[in-house]
Antibody, heavy 112, light 112 residues
């Protein structure tokens, strides 16, 4: 059974770095791509970036300068790091396998 | 980046009625391989998005045939027939033809 679970701090201070982990089971990271999508509170979905099955990455051009996605295939984990966080980065962050299967999401609040 | 314009922003439908949602792209979504990567999602209140339709007109596993997708090039439509209470929520289109991938702003389906 395919599962994706996001984890990370619920609260981040402005200007700090957000680190999230997506732990997957039921499939291999070398066979499927994992995407990060976020949803600012009360707003729509925003495609953030992607870790392809072959290790290549793509990023939303609006976030590219402060976003990094990496992985550890031995641990079945994909990581998101985004720096210089501001209050409008508050929202729910999802990881998804090929945009078909989704995790439950993790809520991140940016506040001092 | 490709801009997807969804209309209407919200839709009031009676139970058993039919809903139609449009998604227009700022550029053709036909990939160089000939496929068109336009997908539709439903996000029910408090839940992660779920994939309904992939590549314009293919229903994802478990999606009832009340949901149908059509279109080509830059113009796409999602139709929901015989609307049921579990169909309520926000519908999003997503294009995966071009990098970065982009979502439409969403269409909220509510009961009349």
């Amino acid at each position: 059974q395919v599962q994706l679970t996001e984890s990370g701090p619920g609260l981040v201070h402005p200007s700090e770095t957000l680190s999230l982990t997506c732990t997957v089971s039921g499939f291999s990271l070398t066979g499927y791509s994992v995407y990060w999508v976020r949803q600012p509170s009360g707003k729509g979905l925003e495609w953030m970036g992607r870790m392809r099955y072959n290790g290549d990455t793509s990023y939303n051009s609006a976030l590219k300068s402060r976003l990094s996605i990496s992985r550890d295939t031995s641990k079945n984990q994909v990581f998101l790091k985004m720096n210089s966080l501001q209050t409008d980065d508050t929202g729910t962050y999802y990881c998804t396998r090929d945009l078909g299967d989704w995790g439950q999401g993790v809520m991140v609040t940016v506040s001092s | 980046d490709v801009v997807l314009t969804q209309t209407p922003v919200s839709l009031l439908i009676s139970l058993g009625g039919q809903a139609s949602i449009s998604c227009r792209s700022s550029q053709s979504l036909v990939h160089s391989n000939g496929n068109t990567y336009l997908h539709w999602y439903l996000q029910k209140p408090g839940q992660s998005p779920q994939l309904l339709i992939y590549q314009v007109s293919n229903r994802f596993s478990g999606i009832p045939d009340r949901f149908s997708g059509s279109g080509s090039g830059t113009d796409f439509t999602l139709k929901i027939s015989r609307v049921e209470p579990e169909d309520l929520g926000v519908y999003y289109c997503l294009q995966r033809t071009h990098n970065p991938n982009t979502f439409g702003a969403g269409t909220k389906l509510e009961l009349k």
